[in-house]
Structures are given as structure tokens and as C-alpha cells.
């Protein structure tokens, strides 16, 4: 048998819903009447206290059906007082209290404003992404189109970017559309080439094509993908006949063509075969004659040529003849120039073409941030470093002085040698510049050592104790004779250092053999060395030309020796090949010892330390 319920406790029960129900009808009333304070104060310019409102609103009914609303409208006077992180927030609370479709859209608009005002790129797009398309008001779909393009761009996401981009053309217009179209080239380069490929043959905007085209086919020229960069290139002009790059690109295929074409066996020769430079270029000349083979030193399967032009040591005409080399005589490498201000001219019209170029000269930073320039030539860096190695390292002397003549030479060689000092953790006490063709050197020893001028009781004294223990002279063999005799005369007796020049029996000419006994400098020419590839260099030169071999013609020799190995070896026949080729050259045997090319497109050689001992130059044993 059922049991009833007393009809008392079903009519409490009743009681307590009905009062439930009523108290939520209080607190929506209630909460109803101080949404619309919060508005008002808000409509009469009072923001500080509406927010102040909405936030007691929040506290005192959080089981409001107006609470979304509150967090929505209070997060909106934040923003507009660019309190964008407090705004974020109040919006993320409205999203959680989600209403209809049109208050959760607005809500997550504003979110994805706060954000982005905030820099946060990553959660704007996680907001507002999926979102653009469920707008109809056409200035909204193009802000969060704008907005989303932006972020992706700051993320460097730029496909997505792109996608966005193409959005926003679609439904926006003024400055700041045309603003967004004109970065597009400085982004798209960060795009890699299957990516490009894929937006120039896509469906979308044409001005975003044409561009990705552009760039596309200009990369591939960079690269020396001449065929490829061709193909895309005459696309661009059949599709876009009026693209505002239509001249540089009709530029572009036309070179392309003509460098397309080379002779893999013709190699060029940009020399000072005239003028002041002349004996140099000369010199030069034979070694690569030797090379090639006109002598049959040595013997190769293949019949190079070499295309010879005469730079006059003009860095204008050198550049003309260097194109005309390339362009006309299709020339696979470039050997030379050897004057500094023609290197650096040429070394330009080399790396925009493409063409291999080993100079041989020793220009200060010429193949830095360079693809296609390499250079086999001894630099004053390359002097400067064995000589620190002997004299920190095995000598430990840590003091040091320079002296230079007031010329490029000099002024290069003292920079060089004062920052690999310091970098070694030394001490440059003095460096004193001098007119370049001074012969009284008093001035310049009293400014290394004040006392070595003063007399009186240590004029007895066979040597002044000196603030440093190494001079270096940054200067030739002939301002030796000047300088030696004068700082023995004012007993200045440091450990003396010196260029390559010193190598040189003519340096005893101008210098007595006892004023330099100890002596040190760094050379990478060295007939001294018992090396059985440089004797055998020096023999056939000799007998080809009748002269003594220098190194000028022995680095111009190895240079298009190597060039000639690698292209043989390497059965390598166009300029992109022989390039790489150059760059992972390791070890190499040449007459002056094992050649190495480092990243930076320099040829490595160990150079020899030589030490004047009774007017003979001895090999420094390691």
C-alpha cells in the first residue's frame, strides 16, 4: 500500500520553489536596475564610476542573468581607456557566460582587439580565427581580416599572413589596404622558393602573384638558376606585359640568356698589364700561362684557354672588360685583379653575375658576405697572426709597439696588428705614425721612449730599459735602413718584427746584417723550405721565362692551376658547380703547401716564420 506525502509538506515544498523563483526574479530586477545605473553613469562621461558599478553588480549577484552583459560593457570602457589587459580579462569572463550568437561574436571580437593592442599575436589568432566569415557587416569581416593578416606577419607566419591579406583586399579599401599591399615584397623574401612557386601559380590576387613572380625568378638569378630565373621571367612578362618591374625584368632575361652560355674550359684574366702596376701583372701573367698549360707545366687532358684583359689599375675600365669577359667571351672564373680598388669593383659586378672571381689581392674585407668571390692572396692579417704566435706563445712577451708610415699600407698594417694584440689579451704601449717618406726618425724614438733622447749618465748603458718588449715596423725593407741604425744609436733595443718585404737579400743593402741579427717576420713565399712541388715550380718557371719566380706569379700559378683540378676532376662545367667546388676545397697540394678555401671564400696557407741570424733568413722550427 502507497504512502502518501501529507499535503503539508507538499505545500512547503511548493512554498520554498515559489520563493526560490522569487528571489531570482529580486536579483535579476535588482541587478537589471544597476546595469542600467552602470549605464548611465557611463553615458554621461562618467566611466570610473559606471566601472565601479558594473564590478559591485558582478559581486553582489554572480548568479545574474545580466552577468555576461556586465563583464561585456565594463570591458569595454577599459579598452577605451587602454587598459587593454584588464579589458582582455573582463572579456574573457563574457565569453564564459556565453548568450546569443551576435553577443558571443561581439564579445570575441573585442577580446581579439584587447589582444592585439596587447601584442598578443598568437591569441588573436586563436581567438578570432574561424570567425571573419560569420560576419555580415562587411567593415567588421575587413577589421578582423586586418587584424588577423597583421598578427600572422608578426608570428612570421607568412602563408597564412598571405591568406589573410588576400581576406582583407577583398572587403577593405584606402590607405591602409594600399599600405598592407606595399609590404608584401619585404615579407614574401622570407617565403622559401617551393612557397613562392606555389602563390605565382595559384588562383589568387594577381598583384600578389605578379610579385611572388618577381621575386621568385630574381632568386633564382641571385643563384645562378639562369634557366629557371628565365622561365619565370618571361611567365611574369607574358602574364603582366604592364608590371612596373617590366624593365629591369626584360634586363634580367636578356642576361640571363647571354649567361647561360659558358666555355667551361675559358678562364679570365683581369691584370695591371701597363702603368706603374705593370711588372706585377706581368708576373702574374706568366704564372697563369705556366698553369694552363702553354708550356705543357703540366699536362692536361684539356685545352684551356685564358681571355686576358688589361685593367690599366681603373677600376671603371676594369669592370667594363670583366662584363665584356663574361657576357662576350662566356668565361666559366675570373683570375685576378691585383690592385685593391679594381678588386673591390670587379668583386662587384662578379658576385651580381654570378661568375667565380679569385683575386689576388689584398683588399681588407673583399670577399666578406660574398657567394662567388674567393681570394688567394697573403693579407696583412694573415702576417700579423704567426708572428703574435711566436711572440706570445713561445716568447711570452705581452708588451708591444708599433711604428707605420702615414700611408694606406702602413695605416692597415697597424690596425691589424694593434686588434690581434688586444685580442690576445696584450699590451700595445705605443703606436706612433710617420710621414711616409720621413728619414730623421728622432721625433718618432722619442715618442717611443722619451729618455732615449735625454743624455748623461745612461748614455754608458749599452740598452734603455724599455716600456715595451717588441717593435713592430710596419714598413719595407728600404725605410729598414733608416730606421735600425737610429733606434741602436739611441739604445732602443726592443725584439724587432716585420713584414714580408723584409724577405728580401736587397734588405742588407740598405741595413748593416747586425742591426737586424733576431729579427722575425712571416712570409709565405719560401725558397728556404726543402719542398719538393715548390722547387719543381721554381724549375719550370725558370726555364719557361728565364727569370727567378716570385710569389706574385706562383699565387696567380696555383690559382688557375687549382680552378684547372677541379673543373678535370670534377667534370664540373658550369660557373654554380665550380663555385661550390672552390668552397669545399680542403687540402689541396700546391707549390705553397697545402691550400685550404675557408667560409669566407679565403685561400688558407700556413705561412713560415723567418729569423735574421748573420745575414741569412732561418726557418723558425716548430
Known sequence: MKKRVPKIVLGMAAL????????????????????????????????????????????????????????????RLQYQKQAYEIASRSFEQAKKNQGNKDQFLETTLWLGRSYYQLRKY????????????????????AEIAGVLFHSHLELKNYK?????????????????????????????????????????????PEWIKGEAGYLLGTRFYQTNRLKESKGVFEKLLERYPNSSHQA???RLIEQSGELIQVVPTRIGLILPLSGTYQAFGDRALK????????????????????????????PELGREKVKGMIMQDH??????????????????????????????????????????????????????????????????????????????????????????????????????PYP??????????????????????????????????????ADGYEKVGSIVPQLLFYRVKPQLMGTSSWHSEKIFEHCKQSYLEDAVFADLYAPELDNKAFADYRFKYEQAFQ???????????????????????????????LAQALKSVRGWPGPLGPVSVNASGEFEHQLHLFQIKKGKFELEKK
Open 331 to 432: 668565361i666559366i672564373a675570373l683570375v685576378g685583379p691585383i690592385l685593391n680598388p679594381v678588386a673591390i669593383s670587379v668583386a662587384g659586378v662578379s658576385e651580381e653575375l654570378n661568375v667565380p672571381m679569385v683575386a689576388l689581392s689584398p683588399s681588407p674585407g673583399l670577399t666578406e658576405n660574398k657567394t662567388n668571390v674567393f681570394r688567394n692572396c697573403m693579407t696583412k692579417d694573415s702576417q700579423v697572426k704567426p708572428l703574435l704566435d711566436w711572440a706570445m706563445g713561445e716568447k711570452k712577451f705581452t708588451k708591444f709597439a708599433v711604428i707605420y708610415p702615414e700611408d694606406k699600407y702602413g695605416a692597415e698594417f697597424a690596425q691589424v696588428f694593434e686588434q690581434e694584440v688586444k685580442a690576445r689579451g696584450g699590451q700595445l704601449v705605443k703606436s706612433v
Open 160 to 204: 597564412n599572413a598571405l591568406l589573410w591579406l588576400e581576406k582583407y583586399a577583398d572587403s577593405a579599401s584606402g590607405a591602409e589596404l594600399e599600405k598592407a599591399k606595399g609590404s608584401v615584397p619585404d615579407w614574401l623574401s622570407f617565403l622559401k622558393d617551393q612557397e613562392l612557386e606555389e602563390i605565382f601559380n595559384s588562383q589568387g
Open 547 to 577: 727569370e727567378d719566380s716570385s710569389l706574385f706569379d706562383l699565387q696567380a700559378y696555383e690559382t688557375v692551376a687549382l680552378i684547372i683540378d677541379l673543373m678535370e676532376k670534377n667534370q664540373i662545367s658550369s660557373r654554380r658547380e
Open 16 to 75: 520554498l520553489f515559489s520563493l526560490t523563483l522569487f528571489a531570482g526574479y529580486l536579483s535579476n530586477r535588482r541587478s537589471m536596475d544597476e546595469l542600467k545605473q552602470a549605464r548611465e553613469m557611463a553615458a554621461s562621461g562618467k566611466p570610473e564610476d559606471a566601472i565601479r558599478s558594473y564590478q559591485e553588480l558582478i559581486e553582489k549577484y554572480p548568479d545574474s542573468d545580466y552577468l555576461n552583459t556586465a563583464w561585456f560593457e565594463m570591458g
Open 436 to 473: 711616409a717618406e720621413e728619414t730623421d726618425f728622432r721625433e718618432v724614438i722619442g715618442a717611443l721612449e722619451p729618455r732615449a733622447l735625454t743624455k748623461g749618465k745612461e748614455e754608458k748603458k749599452e740598452s734603455l730599459p724599455l716600456s715595451f718588449e717588441v717593435l713592430f715596423i
Open 248 to 250: 629591369e625584368i626584360s
Open 287 to 314: 704564372g697563369a700561362l705556366l698553369a694552363a698549360g702553354i708550356f705543357q707545366y703540366p699536362k692536361t687532358t684539356h685545352n684551356f684557354e685564358l681571355r686576358v684583359e688589361n685593367s690599366l689599375g681603373d
Open 122 to 141: 598568437q591569441n588573436v589568432v586563436d581567438a578570432l580565427n574561424g570567425i571573419a566569415d560569420q560576419y555580415r557587416d562587411s567593415g567588421q569581416k
